[in-house]
T-cell receptor
Framework: GQNIDQPTEMTATEGAIVQINCTYQ??????LFWYQQHAGEAPTFLSY??LDGLEEKGRFSSFLSRSKGYSYLLLKELQMKDSASYLC??????????WGAGTKLIIKP | NAGVTQTPKFHILKTGQSMTLQCAQD?????MSWYRQDPGMGLRLIYY??????TDKEVPNGYNVSRLNTEDFPLRLVSAAPSQTSVYLC?????????????FGDGTRLSIL
């Protein structure tokens, strides 16, 4: 079966750095997405990785290792507004998205 | 820019009733999809449409869709069951394929009693 694993919840301090991991087992791979979802709101696109390595976009970076079936989202200089759920999704060989359950990130002052 | 608009935001149904959830996008996207989002689970794809006039399904029972034009993709619950209590998210993208981020609506919270 296809599976995406992420930690359920993480806590970090304002101004710090946090890494949210995602491991996957899917039938085929056509890229990995990260989305941010604030409570009661729509998920919004953060990043896309299809090749191994690190993609940096401002305070957010995303890393992919296809051989290990592993990705992480790195958030630097955390702000209170970063409190949200972070969703990892893999596009399989049929170009369908397989979603993880999401990681709820709590930022404390 | 409106993006993806879903209505209603909240609704309560009784078991056996039917209802249509509305979804509209103004970005001229070809690909549209419906997901349900339940606590502790990843988004689950219910139906998708690659273009106006076409639909395909992942979950065969209890739901129906139509795609008469590019903008609208309503989801119909034929005879509601408590197991369909969920948050329903509609999404669109330019096409189905790699590096096509989905644009989501804010969702419809549906409770079935």
């Amino acid at each position: 079966g296809q599976n995406i694993d992420q930690p359920t919840e993480m806590t970090a301090t304002e101004g710090a750095i946090v890494q949210i991991n995602c491991t996957y087992q899917t039938s085929g791979f056509n890229g990995l997405f990260w989305y941010q979802q604030h409570a009661g709101e729509a998920p919004t696109f953060l990043s896309y990785n299809v090749l191994d390595g690190l993609e940096e976009k401002g305070r957010f970076s995303s890393f992919l290792s296809r051989s290990k079936g592993y990705s992480y989202l790195l958030l630097k200089e955390l702000q209170m507004k970063d409190s949200a759920s972070y969703l990892c999704a893999v596009m399989d060989s049929n170009y369908q998205l397989i979603w993880g359950a999401g990681t709820k990130l709590i930022i404390k002052p | 820019n409106a993006g993806v608009t879903q209505t209603p935001k909240f609704h309560i149904l009784k078991t056996g009733q039917s209802m249509t959830l509305q979804c509209a996008q103004d970005m001229n996207h070809g690909y549209m999809s419906w997901y349900r989002q339940d606590p502790g689970m990843g988004l689950r794809l219910i139906y998708y449409s690659a273009a106006a006039g076409t639909t395909d399904k992942e979950v065969p029972n209890g739901y129906n869709v139509s795609r008469l034009n590019t903008e609208d993709f309503p989801l119909r619950l034929v005879s509601a069951a408590p197991s369909q209590t969920s948050v329903y998210l509609c999404a669109s993208s330019y096409s189905q394929g790699d590096y096509q981020p989905q644009h989501f609506g804010d969702g419809t919270r549906l409770s079935i009693l």
